[in-house]
Each structure stands twice: as C-alpha cells, then as structure tokens.
C-alpha cells in the first residue's frame, strides 16, 4: 500500500510536468487562441489520448526500444516533425479562413481534426515515450507486485492531472482572446501564429538528441 509521502511527492511531481510550457502546451494554447475553446479542448483530448499510448509502451516495455535504437527514435522523431510542419504550412495557406465576419469561428476544422492532430502530434513524439518510461518506474513498487498495473494507474493519473490543468489554460486563454476575435482582421494573424507554432514545434522536434531533456 502506497503511503500518504508516495502520493504526495508524486502528485506535487505530476503537477509540476504538467504546467511547464513545452509542445503539448503550445499546441493546446494556439489552437485555443486560433479556434476558440472547443477546438482548445479538443487539442488537450487529442494530447492525452496520445499519452496514453506511451503510458501503455512504458508499462509494457515497448518504449525501451525508443530508448535503446538511435534508429527507431530518429525514424520516429523525423516522421512527428515532417507532420508537425506539414500542419504549420497548411495552416499558414488558409491563413484567416478560420474566422467569420462577425468574429465568431468558423467550423471549417472539425474539433474531431484537432483531436486527431493532437493525438498524432503526441503519437510521434519519442521523448514522450522515453520521458513516461523514465519517469513512471519512480513511483513503482516492486515489493506490492503487478509492476505493469502500478505504472498503467501511475501514467493514468499524470494524464488525468493534466487534462485539469490544461482545462484551466484552455478557458484562460479562451478567456482573453474572446475580445480579439471579434476583429475579423485579427483571425489572420491568429492562424499565422498557429502556423508559425506548429513549424516551430516541427523543428524543435527535428533537431532533439535521444539524450536531450
């Protein structure tokens, strides 16, 4: 049985992952920004769901081999960033498309998309892999025994953690951009951002090192 310092210190752990800034925020706060607070959500579903696959891979060892194959990690790493780009570029070609004269998002990009977007974006992304099978085994106890549970509950709760916080960044930051989309000119900047984003997380992704934090 876990004690009370366990929960404690992995809580106050999960929190602190969850609220730096990196990629998954990035792509949750543009899109918020861009399309408004369903596609926002629809981001952070689509980043979760993802982890959930890597919690799966670290519980059942599949991320060892993202860790230990420089090939395997790369061929993944270039596939997320070449999609990563791809977004970027498209989004930056339809620049302002997603906004209405009165300010109101169109629905031209189905919430479904952004989810799919963030669940790929998250998919092909080999240092989330690496990260949850670094990070999770911390927490196990190998004396209470079924190890590939205690990391499955341990990668679940992570998830659930950060579908709290990025709720809050997502109505935050829907919040203040309310005002600015009632400004039609406005929507083609906020499309060049998402661009601009998500070629820049392309990139970032592009040139990681499997050492790199």
């Known amino acids: 049985m876990y004690d009370l310092n366990h929960w404690i210190v992995f809580f106050t752990a999960a929190f ?3 609220v730096s800034p990196g990629p998954d925020i990035a ?21 979760c ?3 959930i696959v890597h919690v799966l891979a670290a519980a059942f060892g ?7 194959s420089a090939l395997a990690f790369s061929a993944v790493k270039w596939v997320g960033a070449a999609y990563l780009i791809y977004l970027g570029i498209h989004a930056l070609m339809t620049a302002g498309d997603g906004f209405a004269i009165d300010g109101k998002p169109r629905q ?5 998309a952004i989810f799919r977007q963030g669940f790929m974006i998250d998919v092909l992304n080999p240092k989330v892999a690496v990260f949850f099978m670094a990070f999770l085994p911390q927490f ?21 953690v950060g579908l709290m916080v990025e709720a809050g960044i ?40 499997r050492g790199a934090h």
């Open 170 to 209: 997502v109505l935050v930051a829907a919040r203040f951009t309310e005002a600015l989309r009632r400004n039609p000119r406005i929507g083609l900047w906020l499309d060049r951002a998402l661009g601009t984003v998500l070629i820049g997380l392309g990139v970032r992704l592009a040139l990681q090192q």
């Open 108 to 112: 031209s990009r189905s919430s479904f």
């Open 49 to 51: 769901s993802g982890a």
């Open 140 to 160: 196990a106890d190998p004396t209470l025994g079924h190890v590939p549970l205690q990391l499955v509950l341990h990668g679940a709760l992570v998830i659930a």
């Open 27 to 47: 792509y949750i706060v543009s899109n918020t920004v861009a399309h408004g607070k369903r596609h926002g959500f629809a981001a952070s579903f689509g980043v």
């Open 62 to 68: 599949l991320s060892a081999i993202l860790a230990a």
């Open 16 to 18: 602190a992952l969850n």
